[in-house]
């Protein structure tokens, strides 16, 4: 049985295609698996930026957090244990000036912890997330995976590297991209995204 963390992070809703296809794909990979999903959308429950309240109260023992240190760190812990139970992420975001969602980002700095998620050691950092698969559905205007643009696309490496940085190294990513080409163009694009998740989810 497969445990799934689902993370959307659009604000556009159902008229999101990253929001559309990356819970479509779980789902599919739910019915191949008979797993579990929980779904942490990001856009109807926005995550606080970093803060020094944070930042404080996870640089300490749980018992010298003030209150509001503990409140922060509550959150976190949730996120983090959601992170850690599920043996299967699939995370969708449009491409937005190039990058993630800044609520994507949010996240990743409160799942990003050091002897939490990752570990310091002498022969350099150790992710403590590892034996699970990602999966990243991005949606985009333009076409960033090959061509001229692929050098603008910092999201699809930056969340590789994050997600390696944690133990996270089996990362497939499904592209919905050329949006923005024409109604052509765009039903082309969906249609390949849903085909490229449907065989992913049969593999699962």
Do not use: C
């Not at 509550?74 to 990058?99: C, K, P």
């Amino acid at each position: 049985m497969s445990s799934i963390l689902l993370v959307t992070s659009s604000p556009r809703g159902a008229e999101s295609l990253s929001n559309s296809v990356a819970t479509k794909f779980a789902e599919d990979i739910k019915a191949q698996t008979g797993g579990t999903i929980t779904h942490r959308n990001l856009s109807d429950s926005p995550l606080a930026h970093v803060d020094g309240t944070f930042t404080a109260a996870i640089r300490k023992p749980a018992e010298e957090r003030s209150a509001d240190e503990a409140a922060a760190a509550a959150i976190s812990d949730e996120l983090v244990a959601e992170l850690m139970a599920a043996d299967t992420i699939v995370i969708g975001t449009g491409l937005i000036n190039f990058n993630i969602y800044s609520s994507l980002k949010s996240w990743i700095d409160h799942i990003a912890r050091a002897g939490v998620t990752f570990k310091y050691t002498e022969n350099g950092p150790v992710g403590l997330a590892s034996g699970k698969k990602a999966y990243l559905v991005l949606a985009a205007g333009g076409v960033y995976s090959s061509g001229p643009a692929v050098s603008m696309n910092h999201a699809e490496p930056y969340l590789k590297t994050v997600l390696g940085f944690l133990g996270i190294e089996l990362v497939e990513t499904i592209y919905v991209e050329g949006l923005a080409y024409g109604p052509e163009a765009a039903e082309k694009a969906i249609a390949a995204a849903h085909a490229k998740a449907e065989e992913l989810a049969r593999a699962a």
